[in-house]
Each structure stands twice: as C-alpha cells, then as structure tokens.
C-alpha cells in the first residue's frame, strides 16, 4: 500500500525539520513563513521491531520493512483558501494524502518567528481547519451546482443528493469540519468522491521543548482538548531533539535517547500513531531468502492479503498457512511452530491479524 501523510500547519511550527529527520529528503527550514514552497515528499521506514526477531529466526541477511511516504505541505495562513501566502496551491497538495498530520507549536521561543505573534495552539487549530472548510466548501457549491442543472431531468436522486449537499455546505459555513457531518453510508458516498479535506483522519503533533517532552504543558493540553472532540491522538515531539538524532548513528542514538529518558523518536511514535488512525495492520513473509512486512487494512480477509503482494496471489488464492508471530518466536520458526500445531490453514473468510506470519498458496 502507498500510503501518504501530509505534514499541515502554520509556519514555522517545526513542519520541515520533522520532516527532515525522515532521513531521506530535505526541506529548507528556516526563521521566515513561506521558505518551503514546493511540497516535499520524503518515503521512510515503519519502525518494527518484531522484524529484528523474524530475522534472526530464519538467518536470511534481507529484511524489507513496511514503507510510509510523508508530503511537507508549506505552511498555511489565515486567507489561504483566497490564496494567500500562496495557499491555493499548498491547499491542493493535501488532497491525494490518507491522513492529515497537523504539526502545533507548544512552545515558547522569542528567537522564533510566529506568522501570528504569539504561540496559542487553540487559535492556530482553528486557523487551519478553517482554511480547509473554505476549500472544501467552493468543492461542495461546485457540486451543488451542478446538481442543479440536472434536477430538470426528473431523477429523484438527483434531487436527494442537492438536499445532502445543501446539508453538508450549512455544516461548513457553520465552521464544522466534514467528518463531524452526521450522514448516512448512503448520503456519505454523495461526496465521497470530492476527497474532502477535512473528511480526512487528523493526527496532532504537539512541538515541544525538550524539557516538556515527557509531561507536556499548558499548550500540550490545548491540543488534547480540541483533539478529544473528534477522538484523535495527540504525539508529542521536540524538534529540536528530533534534528540531533538525525545525525547520530544508531548505537549513539539508542544512548541519547536512554539519556533523556525517552522510549523511542518522536517521529517513530508518530509513524505509529499513524497506523492506528488509519486502521492498519502488518503481517510478515518469512523464510531464509527474504523477511518483509506488508501493509493492510484492518479486516482485510486473506485473499486481500496475498493481492497486497501481487493480484495473482489474490485471483488465485487457495489457502493461507498461517503462524501467528507469538508462536512463531516461541517454538523458534516456523518447523517448531509447524511441530506444535501453531500451524493454521485459513481459507478465503480468514481475517488477517496484525503480527501473522503467512505463506500463500495459489494457483497461477
């Protein structure tokens, strides 16, 4: 699966040197709103440490984690949706990306520039979610219009879906965010296919300094608080912190973040954070060539499973011979998992489970 994460918020509020820890890609980041114009698109590593295990179980030398990619959407401003601050175009870049990871400043720092004077994070939440409501309503009234050039044609549907639309675009102008609209299955597909903004699942990511890290603060709270209404998660990082890391080899790394009394990277346990708003799971191919990850959608039955791997799997599908990873570890692999009965054959209704070791069997 390619999945994509857009990196929202306003200027300088850590987006790009989040986004630099990826590794892989640089954005420019820099003390002045607007230093990143086009968007960055940077594919990093899914952290497993489960694959560590399954390597060494099997002694193949070829490990393939999962991949997620990250898109670096400049920073927004109030007016963006009339395009300001070049807005239309770093609105536009949002709408192709699966969830929404929306960086807050939660930090106090005067050698810092705020576009808006002074760090409020309740505020600047509401400055971004309101652009995003202005783009997505000229999406609805587009609709909406050309639904009205129809009704003429006598189609009832048509005319129910005006009533949906109508509906949703007084949501909006009441300042209420897409995913908030209570519809129907049926009225939720009327619009699904404008890919709506702030239809989209939000993760909030609350910079911190490094002495907040671990207990957060006032700002921190301000975050929990908006994000409690919609059930979201709130991950806390320090960008600063995150920058260091970036250019410390692992065993280093490992060291200073036992040092600060951190459990993992800010941006591993946003990538986590990630994979449960979106409803993911991993399971794993393992023998002596190869050990990979793949991603998929959490209820996907195992024909679903194999076509993650290649459609012929999927066309094919005669069974899945299925380990779950705790009795892979325990009975050391797959023959002693095998020689215990941990060894299951699932057919085509099985629901893949996160942390299933599979070996497909198909027909070509």
């Given at each position: 699966m390619n999945l994509r994460v857009g990196i929202v918020g306003l200027p300088n509020v850590?987006?790009?040197?989040?986004?630099?820890?990826?590794?892989?890609?640089?954005?420019?980041?820099?003390?002045?709103?607007?230093?990143?114009?086009?968007?960055?698109?940077?594919?990093?590593?899914?952290?497993d440490v489960r694959l560590a295990k399954l390597k060494e179980l099997t002694g193949t030398k070829n490990v393939v984690p999962a991949t997620i990619e990250f898109v670096d959407i400049a920073g927004l401003v109030k007016g963006a949706a009339e395009g300001k601050g070049k807005g239309n175009a770093f609105l536009s870049n949002i709408r192709d990306v699966d969830l929404i990871l929306h960086v807050v400043r939660c930090f106090d720092n005067d050698d810092i520039v705020h576009v808006e004077g002074s760090v409020n994070p309740d505020r600047d939440i509401h400055i971004i979610n309101d652009e995003l409501i202005l783009k997505d309503m000229e999406s609805v009234i587009k609709?909406?219009?050309?639904?009205?050039?129809?009704?003429?044609?006598?189609?009832?549907?048509?005319?129910?879906?005006?009533?949906?639309m109508e509906r949703l675009l007084q949501h909006m102008e009441d300042g209420?965010?897409?995913?908030?609209?209570?519809?129907?299955?049926?009225?939720?597909?009327?619009?699904?296919?404008?890919?709506?903004?702030?239809?989209?699942?939000?993760?909030?990511?609350?910079?911190?300094?490094d002495d907040d890290l671990n207990t957060g603060n006032d700002y921190v709270e301000q975050v929990r608080a908006f994000a409690a209404g919609f059930g979201d998660e709130v991950e806390l990082f320090c960008a600063k912190i995150e920058e260091e890391l970036r250019q410390l080899p692992d065993d280093e790394r490992d060291m200073f973040l036992e040092e600060l009394e951190i459990e993992s990277a800010g941006l591993d346990r946003?990538?986590?954070?990630?994979?449960?708003?979106?409803?993911?799971a991993t399971y794993f191919t393992a023998g002596e060539k190869e050990v990979r990850a793949w991603?998929?959608?959490?209820?996907?039955?195992?024909?679903?499973?194999?076509?993650?791997?290649?459609?012929?799997?999927?066309?094919?599908?005669?069974?899945?011979?299925?380990?779950?990873?705790?009795?892979?570890?325990?009975?050391?692999?797959?023959?002693?998992?095998?020689?215990?009965?941990?060894?299951?054959?699932?057919?085509?209704?099985?629901?893949?489970?996160?942390?299933?070791?599979?070996?497909?069997?198909?027909?070509?």
């Open positions: 850590g987006k790009s040197t989040l986004f630099n820890s990826l590794g892989e890609a640089t954005a420019e980041a820099a003390n002045f709103p607007f230093c990143t114009i086009d968007p960055n698109v940077g594919k990093v590593l899914v952290p609709r909406i219009s050309n639904l009205k050039k129809q009704v003429k044609s006598g189609d009832k549907k048509v005319a129910s879906h005006i009533d949906v209420h965010v897409a995913r908030a609209f209570e519809a129907t299955d049926d009225e939720k597909v009327v619009y699904g296919d404008l890919f709506l903004l702030t239809n989209k699942p939000v993760l909030f990511a609350a910079n911190v300094g946003l990538i986590r954070a990630s994979y449960r708003e979106l409803g993911l991603t998929i959608i959490n209820g996907t039955k195992a024909p679903g499973a194999a076509g993650v791997i290649h459609t012929d799997f999927e066309k094919g599908f005669i069974r899945a011979e299925t380990i779950a990873y705790d009795d892979y570890i325990a009975f050391n692999g797959e023959k002693g998992a095998k020689e215990n009965g941990k060894m299951r054959q699932e057919g085509k209704e099985y629901l893949v489970k996160d942390g299933d070791v599979l070996l497909f069997r198909f027909n070509v």
